[in-house]
T-cell receptor, first 116, second 109 residues
Framework: GAVVSQHPSWVICKSGTSVKIECRSL??????MFWYRQFPKQSLMLMATSNEGSKATYEQGVEKDKFLINHASLTLSTLTVTSAHPEDSSFYIC????????????FGPGTRLTVL | KNEVEQSPQNLTAQEGEFITINCSYSVGISALHWLQQHPGGGIVSLFMLSSGKKKHGRLIATINIQEKHSSLHITASHPRDSAVYICAVRKTSYDKVIFGPGTSLSVIP
């Protein structure tokens, strides 16, 4: 089956630093990748949708300059949290979709970010 | 009213019990996902349904499109099944997946 990996699985950083999270589709070409954020005891919330080779589409209320998304290849998307602050501490999850398989979405295991 | 609702919110079961988690939605959908989120946060995709029924091991998922309802069943439950189970739907003609609030399952030995 289709596998999506994320790296790192957890990261702790100091306030003010930037953190990059990678999302990879291991055995398929992901034409679309989605980034979600989940705060404790809450449901997943879509942050942005990225299509390979084009700019990401951000959901309302998500700062595009703070959460930089790059989908440079069909197997890799990155989310960079710039100038991280403690309120950015959250669980970040990506998912990926293959071309023409619009109903399928494969989820990564998630990355837990803690900003001190 | 949330577009995707789940019941129960919390569920405690004895090992070996048959478990049912329900999901109801109020929008037209093209697909419904059942996800399992472990205590550490990691998410596993269990099923993707657009009609009928699917089975994988001890897990069974059904969907009734007319009634806008899906169920996830776990047979012979085991403590390792303890997790949050999330129903998510993809609205017709939209890219967005809408997540239900999750059902927290605890299976006691």
């Amino acid at each position: 089956g289709a596998v999506v990996s994320q790296h790192p699985s957890w990261v702790i950083c100091k306030s003010g630093t930037s953190v990059k999270i990678e999302c990879r589709s291991l055995d398929f070409q992901a034409t679309t990748m989605f980034w979600y954020r989940q705060f404790p005891k809450q449901s997943l919330m879509l942050m942005a949708t990225s299509n390979e080779g084009s700019k990401a589409t951000y959901e309302q209320g998500v700062e595009k300059d703070k959460f930089l998304i790059n989908h440079a290849s069909l197997t890799l998307s990155t989310l960079t949290v710039t100038s991280a602050h403690p309120e950015d501490s959250s669980f970040y999850i990506c998912s990926a979709r293959r071309r023409a398989f619009y109903n399928e979405q494969f989820f990564g295991p998630g990355t837990r970010l803690t900003v001190l | 009213k949330n577009e995707v609702e789940q019941s129960p919110q919390n569920l405690t079961a004895q090992e070996g019990e048959f478990i049912t988690i329900n999901c109801s939605y109020s929008v037209g959908i093209s697909a419904l996902h059942w996800l399992q989120q472990h205590p550490g946060g990691g998410i596993v995709s269990l099923f993707m349904l657009s009609s009928g029924k699917k089975k994988h091991g001890r897990l069974i998922a059904t969907i009734n499109i007319q009634e806008k309802h899906s169920s996830l069943h776990i047979t012979a439950s085991h403590p390792r099944d303890s997790a949050v189970y999330i129903c998510a739907v993809r609205k017709t003609s939209y890219d967005k997946v809408i997540f239900g609030p999750g059902t927290s399952l605890s299976v006691i030995p």
